[in-house]
């Protein structure tokens, strides 16, 4: 598989020339040139295997240009300390089911990407013999995962913003408790937005960024849509596990997607173009809604930092969705002069408009969506607590939500499970009155010392840390 540009200006790449990539030369973002297809005999021989072997059947379409056995090692280092069955599914009546994405380390779905991430990156750079300093910002999960799944890395070291004072004891606990020396954790005085602007300035300094070697995880990264889409074949074939297997071949199931930056349904949208029988993709939103308002509307107006709310489930708090960009390359067409022009628009009006392609979403791309808010998420988890007594994250809950107004007859609803309860612990006593009991393990982290050096909002401060920790 080889990757071009959404813009069009970028000659074919291979999978490992994305992956150290953040945006394509054009501004663009990466995408397969054409989408490997996986038919249902092929499908159907995947049935026995373990998630790191199907993960390693997956990842090879996408990434050819690395050998096969290479592959394998690394899914299985990748998820070797999650659960068994890696991604369990759980049913809570009225034909949902939850797949769980959130058994890795940091108890949230971004960790079955980073997980392979942090190999293949380390890998590439082994290959290249380079070093990579990841700089990021987080408002919490993002920089979680990225930093379990780098630590200890020997050719990558990882320098996390963070907004001071501004994430919970829990996410705050397991960050700065980390002690490896290639993780290095700064607390900005200010808000996620202000670490976010420092990351871009320094990342907009061509000079400087390969000067530092420096280098991002963020959700644009095509490795980690790729990683991403293995749960759906996964999903696919747990829940056909349970049909006659004369009725399997083309059974279609529905997936509901807690989104943010239209990372995780992107990589579901490649996994149904790839084959696996997909009916609906039904994207989740919270109140900041602006996907939902797109695929309702065929408007897309993303929203100003000060216009996008803080809300109970945080890590969908976006005001514009950096992957819709994958979407909107398909619907024109593949054709990058009509992507081009969207975001002219964007640029000039603030907003782009295919109202008269809206139809499409659903006949064509099978995807629709719905919106979840405070409210609906405290009666979510309060009912599935008292019908199926198991406790979901908000997140999970916005998607339950909306999946409950798109479930069909005959055909099983699949919501994507992203965080663990205990996260959230506070939502959770909100909607039910209980209070989570920590585990022992995380206990013991939450009381563990924490390490982090505290920085103004100050672009000088931040080149000076970097020039003299960075990887050369
Ligand atoms: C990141 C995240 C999301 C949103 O995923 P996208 O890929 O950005 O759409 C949803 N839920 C949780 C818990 C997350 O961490």
Same mark, same amino acid.
């Not at 959230?424 to 939450?446: C, H, K, N, Q, Y």
């Given at each position: 598989?080889?990757?071009?540009?959404?813009?069009?200006?970028?000659?074919?790449?291979?999978?490992?020339?994305?992956?150290?990539?953040?945006?394509?030369?054009?501004?663009?973002?990466?995408?397969?040139?054409?989408?490997?297809?996986?038919?249902?005999?092929?499908?159907?021989?995947?049935?026995?295997?373990?998630?790191?072997?199907?993960?390693?059947?997956?990842?090879?379409?996408?990434?050819?240009?690395?050998?096969?056995?290479?592959?394998?090692?690394?899914?299985?280092?990748?998820?070797?300390?999650?659960?068994?069955?890696? @991604?369990?599914?759980?049913?809570?009546?009225?034909?949902?089911?939850?797949?769980?994405? !959130?058994?890795?380390?940091?108890?949230?779905?971004?960790?079955?990407?980073?997980?392979?991430?942090?190999?293949?990156?380390?890998?590439?750079?082994?290959?290249?013999?380079?070093?990579?300093?990841?700089?990021?910002? =987080?408002?919490?999960? =993002?920089?979680?995962?990225?930093?379990?799944?780098?630590?200890?890395?020997?050719?990558?070291?990882?320098?996390?913003?963070?907004?001071?004072?501004?994430?919970?004891?829990?996410?705050? &606990?397991?960050?700065?408790?980390?002690?490896? &020396?290639?993780?290095?954790?700064?607390?900005?005085?200010?808000?996620?937005?202000?670490?976010?602007?420092?990351?871009?300035?320094?990342?907009?300094?061509?000079?400087?960024?390969?000067?530092?070697?420096?280098?991002?995880?963020?959700?644009?990264?095509?490795?980690?849509?790729?990683?991403?889409?293995?749960?759906?074949?996964?999903?696919?074939?747990?829940?056909?596990?349970?049909?006659?297997?004369?009725?399997?071949?083309?059974?279609?199931?529905?997936?509901?997607?807690?989104?943010?930056?239209?990372?995780?349904?992107?990589?579901?949208?490649?996994?149904?173009?790839?084959?696996?029988?997909?009916?609906?993709?039904?994207?989740?939103?919270?109140?900041?809604?602006?996907?939902?308002?797109?695929?309702?509307?065929?408007?897309?107006?993303?929203?100003?930092?000060?216009? /996008? +709310?803080? /809300?109970? !489930?945080?890590?969908?708090?976006?005001?514009?969705?950096?992957?819709?960009?994958?979407?909107?390359?398909?619907?024109?067409?593949?054709?990058? !002069?009509?992507?081009?022009?969207?975001?002219?628009?964007?640029? =000039?009006?603030?907003?782009?408009?295919? /109202?008269?392609?809206?139809?499409?979403?659903?006949?064509?791309?099978?995807?629709?969506?719905?919106?979840? =808010? +405070?409210?609906?998420?405290?009666?979510?988890?309060?009912?599935?607590?008292?019908?199926?007594?198991?406790?979901?994250?908000?997140?999970?809950?916005?998607?339950?939500?909306?999946?409950?107004?798109?479930?069909?007859?005959? @055909?099983?609803?699949?919501?994507?499970?992203?965080?663990?309860?205990?996260?959230?612990?506070?939502?959770?006593?909100?909607?039910?009155?209980?209070?989570?009991?920590?585990?022992?393990?995380?206990?013991?982290?939450?009381?563990?010392?924490?390490?982090?050096?505290?920085?103004?909002?100050?672009?000088?401060?931040?080149?000076?840390?970097?020039?003299?920790?960075?990887?050369?």
């Amino acid at each position: 598989m080889q990757y071009i540009s959404t813009r069009g200006g970028m000659q074919p790449q291979s999978f490992s020339e994305t992956l150290l990539e953040g945006l394509a030369p054009d501004g663009g973002l990466a995408i397969p040139e054409t989408l490997s297809q996986v038919g249902a005999e092929t499908l159907e021989s995947w049935r026995g295997l373990t998630y790191p072997e199907l993960a390693a059947e997956v990842l090879a379409l996408f990434a050819t240009d690395i050998p096969r056995e290479d592959l394998d090692r690394m899914t299985a280092a990748a998820y070797a300390d999650f659960p068994d069955d890696v @991604v369990p599914l759980r049913s809570i009546g009225d034909g949902i089911t939850l797949v769980g994405l !959130s058994e890795g380390p940091t108890l949230a779905f971004k960790d079955m990407a980073m997980q392979f991430l942090g190999q293949v990156l380390e890998y590439v750079l082994e290959k290249q013999d380079r070093v990579l300093n990841i700089i990021g910002a =987080t408002s919490g999960d =993002t920089g979680s995962a990225a930093e379990y799944a780098l630590r200890g890395k020997d050719r990558i070291s990882v320098i996390m913003l963070s907004p001071q004072g501004r994430m919970s004891p829990f996410q705050r &606990a397991q960050m700065y408790t980390l002690q490896d &020396a290639n993780v290095r954790n700064i607390a900005v005085s200010g808000v996620f937005d202000d670490c976010q602007n420092l990351v871009k300035k320094l990342s907009g300094d061509l000079d400087f960024k390969r000067a530092q070697n420096l280098g991002a995880v963020n959700s644009i990264n095509l490795g980690r849509i790729a990683a991403q889409s293995v749960y759906y074949f996964w999903a696919w074939l747990r829940v056909t596990d349970a049909v006659e297997p004369q009725f399997r071949r083309g059974f279609e199931v529905s997936f509901t997607v807690p989104s943010g930056n239209f990372g995780n349904i992107l990589s579901g949208f490649f996994a149904k173009g790839m084959g696996v029988p997909i009916r609906r993709l039904v994207l989740a939103a919270n109140e900041n809604n602006v996907l939902d308002e797109f695929f309702r509307t065929g408007v897309y107006r993303p929203r100003s930092a000060a216009d /996008t +709310h803080a /809300t109970s !489930s945080p890590s969908m708090d976006i005001s514009k969705a950096s992957n819709l960009e994958r979407f909107i390359f398909d619907l024109v067409g593949r054709d990058a !002069s009509g992507v081009a022009d969207a975001w002219k628009s964007l640029d =000039t009006d603030g907003f782009f408009d295919f /109202t008269a392609e809206q139809p499409r979403f659903e006949d064509e791309f099978g995807i629709v969506s719905g919106t979840s =808010t +405070h409210a609906d998420r405290l009666a979510t988890i309060r009912s599935v607590y008292e019908d199926a007594q198991q406790i979901i994250d908000p997140h999970t809950a916005d998607g339950v939500h909306v999946a409950r107004s798109f479930v069909e007859q005959d @055909v099983p609803m699949l919501v994507l499970e992203t965080a663990k309860p205990e996260k959230f612990a506070e939502t959770i006593t909100e909607a039910i009155g209980v209070d989570l009991e920590f585990s022992p393990e995380v206990r013991l982290m939450m009381d563990a010392p924490q390490h982090v050096t505290e920085m103004a909002d100050d672009e000088a401060a931040l080149r000076a840390y970097i020039v003299e920790h960075a990887l050369r």
